[in-house]
């Protein structure tokens, strides 16, 4: 298989390192860890894929093993690939609604938001989705926007951003679209400061970060197939580049596409990049806004798939420019949620147990507020902590403001 | 990006020069390519065992001149006698003020470890619940011990351990007893041979509920005994586990490290790379650096796999990046390079038979082989230093770290080293 032969498994010298740094073997002894699951297994399902082990499941892709490996094995993609070319159990409705986040972010972030999210906290609505769906009841849900990002942006903003000379394109991501539309505003106000505006993509699905997850392979080929389309027109056709805020979305379209969807994106992969990674050209290329003191402390959490990218730095860097504000990293370590994976029953206690010290320190810190690039972290922190969790975008669109 | 001080590889060297920078007020960020050497350690570190010409060493500033004599271009010799000591007097105190808690020091002399193996091997610096001989006796500090091992663990059993502990003369084999510890709440763990490893073990025994049966089974085992010896799989985030266990049962409890992964050398690193995180440094773990660009004599720039075309950059780069094991030395078919920068070596001679010893026992000639320095650690390129290129631990030439048993203490000292240099030359 093409794609197999890219995650270097041959090179694995059987260390263990990367075991030692998954959180799932640390925190759920059912799951034998990346090393067995990873390159061991790849050498017996190669032989015949009914040495398939359905313990596989409890991998969130997080990739923390891929980062610890000395020699270089892409241990994630590995069992990623055998969880959708292997296992060919059946998936449950739960997984489906879970997954499919722009189909149930449509229908949910409209006028009628506001009944949804309070019928979506009430306790036995929690239980009897928990009971029927194998939603897990103790999870606080994100609630659903009154208006899409989109239609947002459409009706108010797409006028106005035209007009500046410099472009970029944004990929905003289900969670801006449908969760969070102040962070889309967040993004606007922090590259309008620095002289660009802002284009949305001619049409944007969710990347499918959550359809790999949830082994539908074929629905997020076909949300990758939408999307490079409307990344090669705007990188190759308009030539803009492209920010996405969200790492895991970051990581989807640039790695996840070609190593385990085995799409060619060259054309187009170098101009789409992580949201404050631009920042750092931008600034490196002599732009600056002018920034207030926010007179606070916060703790930045690095997410999975920002470690895996390599490029928190961008992230620590760029609030690390803003007058009065202390900023302290937190140690490299999972929070637990792997997006949509501590949202089901089964993994509900894992998903804790693997965030628990984290929660620790961060109650322990002191901080005002925990600034993170993901969403999902942002949602299993402020459920799990006392503390508020907020995109990089949105601390330094408040230092713009001035409060 | 740009930093004060980019250093290149987070194992023992790097992290302590990223630490030691950050401490003095400069800026800093680690980039790594997979985890380091101390993974794969005892977890305790060496500062010289042996001299070139096979002599014992029981006190490490004793010996220094005639290490100096004999491996002239060893990094100690090159720094020379006075100030490879006060470093390594800094490194006891710079490591204990960061987190570690180690037994032992430079002015107390060598200590002896027990290695997986069986043999024991002169050190400096042990993890504090690691088992430790008496460096002058060769003894043990207790008389009766219990040595009690894990049932399905491979990677050291309780027989072995005693035969060993028996013969290195530390103890008789009358005075121990041995027992090998059902612990039913591994079981689940035990349904996968091949991952039931120190690092795993110690997941599950560290959370209190394990720990207390654990503690069930050892006491009545423990009754007349002075100490109890287990292997090192317990304490995978701090070593407070092993204390309680302890506490619980009575009597001392020390652990011997097991085959790798290293359970000590492991959280080593994890409590050194929190550290510098907190201290404002940035890591970039999981990246590879594969390029750079020179600004006339010095160092303009790095390149890496994932900052691709967004170089980094700093006034002074720290090469930590290890020996063959790590990939910071690279052997092709004729010739030992230096992996990014094809700095000059020591000793690597073009003719491949010579980079070997018949016997695999004996000193081999390529672990001499490495980044040649002066008394600046600073890379060499056709025998002129880079001004900005400070070279620390392992990837430095000169000395053979398991024929001397000094590794630990080359990556410590040279690390402070090249550190002082960097806050001294900019003040
Ligand atoms: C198996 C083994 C066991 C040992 N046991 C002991 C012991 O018990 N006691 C003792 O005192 N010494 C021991 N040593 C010696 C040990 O190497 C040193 O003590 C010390 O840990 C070396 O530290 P270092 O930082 O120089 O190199 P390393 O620990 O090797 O670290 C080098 C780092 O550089 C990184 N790197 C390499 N190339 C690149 C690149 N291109 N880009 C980015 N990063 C890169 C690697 O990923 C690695 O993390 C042992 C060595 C080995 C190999
Ligand atoms: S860390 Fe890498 S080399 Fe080591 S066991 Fe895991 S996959 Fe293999
Ligand atoms: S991707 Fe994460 S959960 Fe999966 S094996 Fe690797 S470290 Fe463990």
């Known amino acids: 298989m093409s794609v197999l032969d890219d995650t270097g498994f041959e090179a694995c010298t059987k260390c263990t390192i990367c075991t030692e740094y998954c959180p799932v073997s640390e925190a759920n002894p059912d799951f034998p860890g990346p090393k067995h699951a990873g390159p061991d297994g790849e050498r017996l399902r190669l032989k015949d894929p009914a040495f398939y082990d359905s313990a596989l499941r409890h991998c969130t892709n997080c990739k923390r093993c891929e980062v610890a490996c000395p020699s270089g094995v892409k241990i994630g993609d590995i069992i990623q690939l055998a969880r959708n070319t292997c296992d060919t159990s059946r998936r449950p409705v739960r997984d489906f609604i879970l ?18 999210n309070a019928l979506a906290a009430l306790p036995p609505v929690k239980k009897i989705l928990e009971s029927t769906l194998g939603i897990a009841s103790k999870r606080r849900f994100p609630s659903y926007a009154r208006q899409t990002f989109r239609a947002w942006y459409g009706k108010e903003a797409a006028a106005a951003q035209a007009l500046f000379k410099d472009q970029v394109a944004l990929f905003h991501g289900c969670y801006v679209n449908y969760n969070n539309p102040a962070l889309g505003q967040d993004i606007l106000t922090v590259l309008n400061a620095l002289g660009v505006g802002v284009q949305l993509l001619e049409d944007e699905q969710c990347c499918g970060a959550p359809l790999i997850a949830a082994r539908f392979l074929d629905k997020a080929r076909a949300n990758a197939r939408i999307n490079a389309a409307s990344l090669h027109e705007a990188v190759a056709e308009k030539g803009l580049s492209v920010v996405v805020p969200a790492s895991t979305c970051t990581l989807t379209l640039r790695n996840e596409y070609p190593d385990i969807l085995d799409m060619d994106i060259s054309r187009w992969r170098p101009r789409v990049e992580l949201l404050t990674r631009h920042l750092h050209r931008l600034r490196t290329a002599g732009r600056t806004a002018t920034l207030h003191p926010l007179n606070m402390k916060v703790v930045y959490h690095t997410a999975c798939h920002m470690e895996r990218l390599g490029w928190a730095g961008y992230s620590i860097d760029l609030i690390r420019q803003i007058p009065g504000l202390e900023v302290v990293v937190l140690p490299q370590q999972c929070c637990g949620i792997a997006g949509t994976y501590g949202f089901r029953k089964e993994n509900y206690d894992t998903s804790q147990t693997i965030g628990a010290s984290l929660f620790e320190l961060i109650e322990a810190s002191g901080a005002d507020l925990v600034v993170c690039d993901c969403e999902t972290c942002k949602w299993q922190i402020e459920m799990s902590t006392s503390k508020k969790c907020e995109h990089p975008a949105t601390l330094f669109a408040r230092s713009i403001r001035g409060g | 990006m740009r930093y004060d001080v980019i250093v290149i590889g987070a194992g023992l060297a790097g992290l302590v020069a990223g630490l030691r920078v950050l401490e003095g007020g400069r800026s800093c960020a680690l980039v790594n390519a997979g985890q380091s050497a101390l993974h794969f350690s005892s977890g305790a570190f060496d500062f010289l065992g042996h001299l070139p010409d096979g002599t014992p060493v029981s006190r490490a500033p004793d010996a220094l001149e005639a290490l100096a004599d004999q491996a002239p271009d060893h990094p100690y010799a090159l720094l020379g006698r006075q100030r490879t000591l006060e470093l390594g007097q800094r490194a006891e105190a710079f490591l204990r003020d960061r987190g570690l808690a180690l037994d032992g020091s430079l002015a107390a002399g060598n200590r002896l470890r027990i290695t997986p193996l069986g043999t024991t091997v002169p050190t400096w610096l042990g993890a504090s619940e690691a088992l430790g001989l008496d460096p002058a006796t060769g003894a043990l500090p207790w008389k009766r011990l219990l040595v009690a091992t894990v049932e399905g663990f491979l990677d050291l059993g309780a027989d072995v351990l005693s035969s060993h502990l028996a013969a290195t003369g530390a103890t008789t084999e009358a005075a121990i007893r041995s027992a090998s510890l059902r ?23 560290d959370h209190p509920e394990a720990l207390a049966t654990l503690a069930a089974e050892l006491a009545p085992l423990a ?52 550290r510098f995180l907190a201290d404002g440094g940035v890591c970039m773990n999981g990246d590879r650096v594969t390029g750079h660009d020179w600004n006339g004599p010095s160092l303009a720039r790095i390149y890496t796999a994932s900052h691709e075309d967004i170089p980094l950059e700093a006034d002074d780069f720290v090469l930590a990046t290890g020996s063959f094991f790590s990939g910071g ?12 920068f094809d700095l000059d070596l020591r000793e690597a001679p073009q003719d491949r038979a010579a980079w070997t010893s018949a016997s695999v026992f004996d000193p081999q000639p390529y672990m001499h082989y490495g980044v040649r320095t002066d008394a600046t650690l600073r890379g060499q390129l056709n025998g002129n230093p880079v001004p900005n290129l400070h070279v620390a631990g392992l990837v430095l030439g000169g000395f053979d770290p398991v024929h001397l048993g000094c590794g630990g203490g080359v990556a410590l000292v040279t690390a402070l080293a090249v550190a002082d240099r960097i806050l001294g030359t900019k003040g």
Do not use: K
């Open chain 2, 329 to 340: 030395l690279t052997s092709g078919p004729h010739a030992v390079r230096e992996t990014l």
């Open chain 2, 183 to 205: 612990l039913p709440v591994l079981d689940r763990l035990r349904t996968n041979p091949s991952e039931f490893r120190s690092v795993n073990i110690a997941r599950v025994l």
């Open chain 2, 223 to 274: 009754r007349d005994v002075d100490a109890v010896v287990l292997p090192a799989c317990l304490g995978f985030r701090s070593n407070e586990p092993v204390a309680t266990l302890s506490r619980q049962i009575g009597v001392p409890v020390r652990v011997v490290p097991t085959l790798p992964p290293s359970l000590i050398g492991a959280r080593f690193s994890r409590i050194l790379l929190n």
């Open chain 1, 99 to 116: 997954s499919h986040t722009d189909l149930v972010g449509g229908l949910s972030a409209n006028r009628l938001a506001p009944v949804t």
